[in-house]
């Protein structure tokens, strides 16, 4: 329960936060944006604001998030295994069990938990593959520093939740040698439909953020090289389709854990606050950095994240 309650107050508190950070302008102009959008944002005013601002790392450094989210998906899936194959607990299993109590821990099924740690896993590794050959960072591009720990503690607060909240029926708090998981109760319908509709949404958006992080990759030619408008697949009609991509990703997650699930609760309002934060000045940056280009491309305009919203 501690972890839990951790985990989705840690979430709650960075939304609340990254909403103050995009109203407050000593925030907003020194920790809020990252990448190219530091070239048309607000600088900051005060030296305390430059000396913040100060404090970034390249932000191709976001393929550290994947790295280490995917290291710790297949530790926590190892220990899993070793649960239930052979009785026994490995680190963060033995620490749970010591330091932690189930409450909370028994809303999600057996078979949801490894049904979302498949997913997710699927979802780090595709990740780190994009940032390691179809992306094209750039060099000067930077982000601040604690975007870096946000985005490292994210990943790794989602990988947790693909089976915290079902830990106890994993076998964590029970009494191992009496191990006895029912693993042959009965699927219901609702659990099929619900199943069948999240795996089919994931894949979905997992294939059309794909595409869209290949045409991004493909603007550049060379790593280092500047920026362009993007077109084709979903940017015809979105400013970031990858973002809306995103959280197609976490609402499909939500849907297989039939929103029963806190922590992926929490990771969907994040990353719907975060990218359309990040999303509304993605759009000002097209419109300043392209001027009368970028209207001709896109004469009818597009959403700027979500669909027939926003
Ligand atoms: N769940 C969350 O809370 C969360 C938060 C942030 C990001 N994400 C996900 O992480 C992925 C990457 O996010 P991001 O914010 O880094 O996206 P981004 O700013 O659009 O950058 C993605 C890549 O495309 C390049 N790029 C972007 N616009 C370009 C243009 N007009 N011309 C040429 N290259 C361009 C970037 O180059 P530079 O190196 O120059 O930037 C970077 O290598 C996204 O799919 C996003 O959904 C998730």
Redesign the pocket.
């Known amino acids: 329960m501690y972890l839990i309650l951790f985990l989705c107050f840690c979430l709650c508190a960075l939304t609340i936060l990254s909403l103050l950070a995009k109203w407050i302008q000593f925030f907003r102009t020194s920790v809020l944006p990252?990448?190219?959008?530091n070239t048309t944002t607000e600088k900051p005013t005060s030296p305390l604001g430059h000396w913040l601002a100060q404090w970034t790392v390249p932000?191709?450094w976001?393929a550290h998030f994947y790295l280490v989210g995917f290291a710790l998906a297949i530790e926590n899936a190892l220990e899993i295994i070793l649960l239930s194959k052979y009785q026994l607990r490995g680190p963060i299993m033995s620490l749970l069990y010591m330091l932690d109590n189930e409450t909370l821990s028994d809303t999600m099924s057996r078979q949801d938990c490894l049904v979302a740690l498949i997913l997710f896993t699927l979802h780090l590794t595709r990740?780190v593959y994009e940032s390691l050959y179809i992306?094209?960072?750039?060099q000067?591009?930077r982000m601040h520093i604690s975007h870096y720990l946000t985005?490292l503690g994210?990943y790794g607060a989602m990988v947790f939740g693909t089976w915290l909240e079902g830990a106890a029926n994993l076998g964590v708090y029970g009494d191992i040698s009496n191990n006895n998981i029912d693993s042959s109760k009965q699927v219901s319908i609702p659990t099929i439909v619900r199943t069948t509709f999240g795996v089919l949404l994931f894949l979905y958006a997992t294939n059309h953020?794909h595409t869209?992080?290949h045409i991004?990759?493909s603007?550049?030619k060379n790593i280092g090289s500047?920026?362009?408008?993007?077109q084709g697949d979903w940017f015809e009609w979105i400013v970031?389709p990858?973002?809306l991509?995103?959280?197609l990703i976490?609402l499909a997650l939500n849907i297989l854990n039939g929103f029963k699930n806190w922590i992926f609760v929490c990771?969907l309002i994040?990353?719907t606050i975060?990218?359309t934060i990040?999303a509304s000045e993605?759009k000002i940056w097209?419109q300043k950095t392209f001027g009368d280009e970028y209207k001709k491309k896109f004469p009818k305009g597009r959403w700027i994240i979500l669909p027939w919203v926003y």
């Open positions: 990252y990448g190219k959008l932000k191709a976001f990740r992306e094209r960072p750039s000067q591009a985005g994210f953020q869209c992080h991004l990759g603007l550049r500047g920026y362009q408008i993007p970031v990858h973002y991509c995103d959280i976490y990771g994040w990353t975060n990218l990040t993605t097209y």
